[in-house]
């Protein structure tokens, strides 16, 4: 079978990394568009073989051609997220949600609730949990090849002032991205890679936080730094940026060695463990991260498999999010809800 996608949102993401994805994937084809802009819609269309229908948001909440697609993907800012995901609930759709899950825990905890009641599949859009890289460093972990884990430390940073011209752009808003701007937008895959590789979630947060660019005024997270403490009692740093160079990794630190993604998040991914005085590469294929997540999704809607980062298990980033900021606010340690 084919899972035919109706996309929406149509930003950079979109159009320059999903749809040449999709079209690489057997399983799934787009088949419809649904943007703000019917001009844009048509443009992207106009290159995409197998799209048949452009839709504005109000004819794909109205259901209008419905028929024509079996899953949605929703890659709008953060806090539109449940507007649509609500939708394709509806309609009776699987829904392939981009991360953060949503804006706030509340309105997550409601994306959750809306896909759980119409028996539909969720799964959230963490690209890191395909990566060959990522699963190899996960397997090593469990083999005890770095003995007991005990601390994770990493980095995720950009300038997002380059990356868009438009200073005002929503990665800026905080009702639009949620708590903030560097942990909810990159702080996220430290923490969503970290819990995968552990097989562990966090329970507490510490965080220190600050704003100082003008551009940055409405958010209180240009530069942050954050400790979360794992079940288990592995401890986790994290420095998160949107205002600094490019930079990503991933370190796992154990007993008897450590593991390192360096680069992480973005294409490629690296992977280096060494024990002892011994340090290597490790291979692994070279992979589309974007075009494993689609055939992740795909086989998940097609066959009944565990989805594996669903709905669920995106809320724990939305309370490790928010138990994150109330922390930097209050300046005193937070558990994280569960
Ligand atoms: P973007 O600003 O490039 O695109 C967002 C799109 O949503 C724009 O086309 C905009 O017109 C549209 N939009 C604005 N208001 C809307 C509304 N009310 N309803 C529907 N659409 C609306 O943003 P982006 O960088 O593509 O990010 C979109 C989402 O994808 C975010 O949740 C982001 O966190 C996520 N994302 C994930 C990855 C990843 O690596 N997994 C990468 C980039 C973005």
């Not at 009641?117 to 969720?122: N, P, T």
């Amino acid at each position: 079978g084919t899972v035919r996608l109706a996309l929406v949102g149509l930003g950079w993401w979109t159009t320059e990394r999903v749809l040449p994805a999709i079209e690489a994937v057997d399983r799934c084809e787009t088949t419809t568009l649904v943007t703000g802009s019917r001009a844009k819609g048509e443009r992207v269309a106009a290159d995409v073989e197998t799209v048949s229908r452009v839709l504005d948001y109000d004819e794909f909440h109205d259901g209008v051609g419905r028929e024509g697609y079996d899953a949605v993907y929703v890659c709008t800012p953060n806090a539109y997220h449940l507007d649509y995901a609500e939708t394709a609930a509806g309609l009776g759709k699987a829904v392939l949600c981009e991360k953060p899950m949503e804006a706030t825990v509340g309105r997550a905890e409601r994306l959750v609730d809306v896909c759980e009641e119409a028996g539909v599949e969720l799964i959230v859009g963490y690209r890191m949990q395909t990566v060959p890289a990522v699963r190899r460093a996960r397997e090593l972990v469990r083999e005890g090849v770095i003995g007991e884990p005990r601390f994770v430390t990493g980095v995720n940073s950009q300038r997002l002032l380059d990356m868009f011209a438009d200073h005002d752009q929503w990665r800026l808003d905080p009702d639009l991205t949620g708590y903030g701007t560097s942990v909810v937008d990159l702080g996220i895959y430290h923490l969503n890679t970290a819990r995968f590789l552990l097989d562990a979630d966090p329970v507490a947060a510490q965080a220190s936080m600050r704003s100082d660019h003008e551009a940055f005024d409405r958010v209180p997270d240009e530069l942050a730094s954050v400790l979360l403490e794992f079940e288990g009692g592995v401890h986790s740093t994290c420095v998160a940026s949107q205002n600094a160079a490019e930079r990503t990794y991933l370190q796992v630190v154990g007993t008897e060695g450590s593991l390192r993604l360096d680069p992480a998040y973005h294409m490629d991914t690296r992977l280096r463990l060494t024990v002892g005085d011994r340090s290597l590469d490790v291979e692994t294929p070279d992979a589309n991260q974007m075009v494993d997540l689609f055939d992740y999704f795909a086989e998940a809607v097609l066959t009944d498999r565990d989805p594996g980062p669903d709905g669920r298990h995106g809320l724990v980033d939305m309370r490790a999010l928010e138990a994150i900021h109330r922390s930097a606010e209050s300046g005193e340690r937070v558990t994280v809800d569960s």
